[in-house]
């Protein structure tokens, strides 16, 4: 069975990882962690922007590292699981990404933490999980992390005009 786990470093993307740990596997099962970097928009380019262009490369490759630091960190903690476990690393759109690898790799499950975010927030920030869920060539599973879930559903003082 391959397994699909996509992580970004949040609360409820260690939720997912905990669940991943915490479950058997069937035996020759992979797990490939997979963060995605988002693309950095590079300005036009003319004589003024050469420079910028520069340091955006420079972001670019400190994102990369990062997210390869973080991606390792993560199989670490999961191969005391006793499952194999490979990482991954693309750049773009996290919910665009997470489909494309499961279907290239190909995956028979993603698992993914989600914000759970509703109304406005999720208007602004759209939902990567409702993406993948929408367009995943195969089973999806949301892990939500309770204690987040619950400050979420707290009422925000500022949109409300109430005190908690």
């Not at 069975?1 to 991943?20: C, E, F, H, K, T």
């Not at 933490?113 to 195969?138: D, E, I, Q």
Request: charged content about 25%; proline content about 6%; overall charge negative.
């Amino acid at each position: 069975m391959n397994i699909l786990l996509a992580v970004d470093g949040s609360a409820p993307s260690a939720a997912a990882v905990q669940a991943v740990a915490e479950r058997p596997w069937p035996p020759a099962s992979t797990l490939r962690v997979l963060t995605v970097v988002e693309t950095i928009a590079t300005p036009p380019i003319g004589e003024m922007m050469i420079g910028a262009g520069a340091d955006l490369d420079e972001l670019r490759r400190q994102r990369l590292d990062e997210a390869g630091k973080f991606v390792f960190a993560v199989s670490t903690s999961l191969r005391n699981t006793g499952i194999n476990v490979e990482t991954a690393i693309r750049e773009g759109s996290p919910g665009h990404e997470i489909v494309q690898e499961a279907i290239e790799w190909p995956a028979d499950l993603i698992v993914l933490g989600s914000h759970g975010y509703t109304g406005f927030k999720r208007l602004v920030l759209g939902s990567v999980a409702g993406r993948v869920m929408s367009h995943a060539p195969c089973s999806v599973e949301v892990v939500r992390d309770r204690f987040a879930a619950e400050q979420e559903k707290q009422p925000d003082l500022e949109l409300t005009g109430r005190q908690r």
